[in-house]
């Protein structure tokens, strides 16, 4: 059944009936179009909330996520912040799949609408101009018929009269046969319209109108089916990050697993242990026997005790209730208790170890930058490191005092004074010996190398001055899922493709990966397994 068959008077239902189809796609346009700011607020709302939660660099509160529970609250917000970026995906998606296809979609839908409507009242001002010419001539043929009538009865009434005379008979004969021709040919001018009339209207009923009608048939009925396809649309692009959406619901689980209370009473003794004995019993003071206080009082050395440390009186107890006044910080941290001392000690040794072992690693760069531009002047003059080789050496020289000075604390204090430079010292001894360092321990600069590291060298600046390298990969991922990329700066996607990274998420959401033929760009870190070089 079509609407051309059975339809075929009512233009004013089918006007109206795809007008209404029309506006329902234009409705459900903003429909999704507030949908998606909806999902947007909320997702913006949750990265607030994430943010405003998340402890600040160096703050007391990310001090503390070396507790189980702090920590797991921690991977609480970064779950909620990789479930908001979902959120944000499906605002995208719909955006995308839905509200700009429809729009697209709806203005094609409106021309076409357009042009079959003006093709059916084309047809009917045809047809209806064709009957205003089948009226005029049928009014036409009917005056000219009663001329002819009134002519014929005036000659035969003329040739009645007996005072008529032949010429008056003859002349109104004339008129008489004059005017039926010319009623004859209006009746056949009359006939033709009305045959003309008749082929185009049975043209119009019959044929037109009724392919115009199942053209809008046609028209709507793809516009229902693409009506149909949104909305399962509208569900799958929620469903296709469900998967997602519950592994962050597995990651906040998970975090809750992770707690360990036991762990973290155990943390919290490693941390404030002080090392000191508990307090002894207090001896009797006899007044009436001469109490000698010097030697106690005028004691030096490393506090034994919590009383010692806070320069309190020992006759007083100590009160572990008590508030206590922190005492002045010193360098050697000698105002904490030993635990604690030695264990802060160990810290800042293993810290200028690192800065030693930085300091190291750039001279040596500097060396052997030196040794290039004395061979190779073209490429740069030797004499401008020497401001950067003279710093890096006082740097050097700085490190390994401060070093030597906190080890001997450390090794006063009761540690084992064994640090990372060690390692350091061997590392560039052993480099020293092949050959391949300019710069002895000591920091002194040597000219020994050989020729062989030499060229290497040569060969890797020469490198570095003809083509900028692309940064190299810190790692691999595999794709858990499809990603189309359709975003500027992102890059497209198959599930179980490996992809190098070059760029590690920053707590947005995004990770900068490449492919073997360079292509670089971003993609969701939750679509995927990522394994970073260690």
């Known amino acids: 059944m079509d609407w051309g068959t059975e339809l075929w008077d009512q233009y004013d239902v089918i006007e109206k009936h795809t007008q209404s189809g029309l506006d329902l796609v234009e409705k459900y346009v903003k429909f999704v179009k507030e949908r998606t700011e909806i999902e947007q607020n909320y997702a913006k709302q949750l990265r607030n909330l994430s943010k405003k939660y998340c402890p600040k660099r160096g703050s007391k509160e990310e001090q503390e996520c070396r507790f ?5 609250f921690l991977d609480i917000l970064n779950e909620m912040n990789d479930y908001a970026g979902q959120r944000e995906l499906i605002a995208e998606n719909m955006m995308m799949n839905i509200c700009i296809e429809l729009t697209k979609y709806l ?8 042009t079959h409507l003006s093709d059916g009242k084309k047809a009917q001002q045809s047809l209806e101009s064709t009957y205003k010419q089948l009226d005029n001539s049928k009014k036409r043929f009917e005056r000219e018929w009663r001329e002819a009538e009134k002519t014929a009865q005036y000659a035969e009434k003329t040739d009645q009269d007996i005072n008529a005379t032949k010429a008056d008979v003859e002349k109104a004969k004339q008129q008489a ?28 009923y019959f044929t037109d109108m009724p392919l115009i009608f199942n053209k809008l048939q046609d028209m709507d009925e793809k516009r229902v089916r693409k009506l149909a396809q949104t909305y399962i649309l509208f569900a799958d692009t929620e469903r296709h990050v469900m998967p997602i959406i519950g592994k962050c619901l597995e990651g906040i689980t998970r975090a809750g697993t992770n707690v360990n209370e036991k762990n973290d009473s155990l943390v919290l003794i490693e941390q404030h242990k002080s090392g000191f004995e508990r307090p002894g019993d207090l001896e009797f003071e006899d007044y009436s026997q001469g109490i000698n206080r010097a030697s106690s009082d005028s004691s030096l050395g490393t506090p034994k005790g919590p009383l010692d440390l806070l320069g309190k009186n020992k006759s007083k107890p100590f009160w572990l209730f008590s508030k206590k006044s922190k005492p002045a910080a010193s360098e050697d941290f000698g105002h904490l208790p030993p635990e604690q001392r030695r264990k802060r000690l160990q810290q ?4 200028l170890s690192k800065e030693l ?5 750039q001279s040596e760069a500097l060396g052997k930058m030196k040794d290039v531009y004395e061979k190779n002047p073209q490429m740069g003059d030797p004499a401008c490191l020497a401001p950067q080789i003279n710093q890096t050496t006082q740097n050097i020289e700085r490190l390994r005092g401060e070093l030597n000075k906190y080890e001997s604390w450390l090794a006063g204090a009761g540690g084992r004074g064994e640090t990372l430079r060690y390692s350091t010292y061997s590392t560039h001894s052993l480099n020293n010996n092949s050959g391949n360092n300019v710069y002895s321990p000591d920091g002194a600069h040597s000219d020994e190398s050989t020729p062989d590291a030499s060229q290497a060298i040569y060969a890797e600046f020469d490198d570095d001055f003809e083509e900028e390298e692309m940064s190299s990969p810190i790692g691999q ?18 599930e179980g493709e490996v992809l190098a990274v070059v760029e590690e998420d920053k707590g947005d959401g995004w990770t900068r990966v490449r492919r073997n033929n360079g292509d670089e760009g971003y993609i969701p870190t939750s679509y995927a397994t990522i394994n970073l070089n260690k």
């Open 357 to 361: 072992q930085k300091e190291l690693d």
């Open 177 to 204: 046969h004059m005017r039926m021709h010319i009623a004859e040919e209006c009746k056949n001018d009359y006939a033709a319209q009305l045959q003309k009339y008749n082929k185009e209207q049975n043209q119009f």
């Open 68 to 72: 189980s529970n702090h920590q797991s």
């Open 477 to 494: 991922c595999t794709a858990l899922y499809n990603f189309p990329g359709s975003s500027e700066g992102t890059i497209s996607m198959q």
């Open 107 to 114: 203005q094609e839908l409106k021309l076409e609408r357009k």
């Open 348 to 351: 800042k040794i293993d810290d």
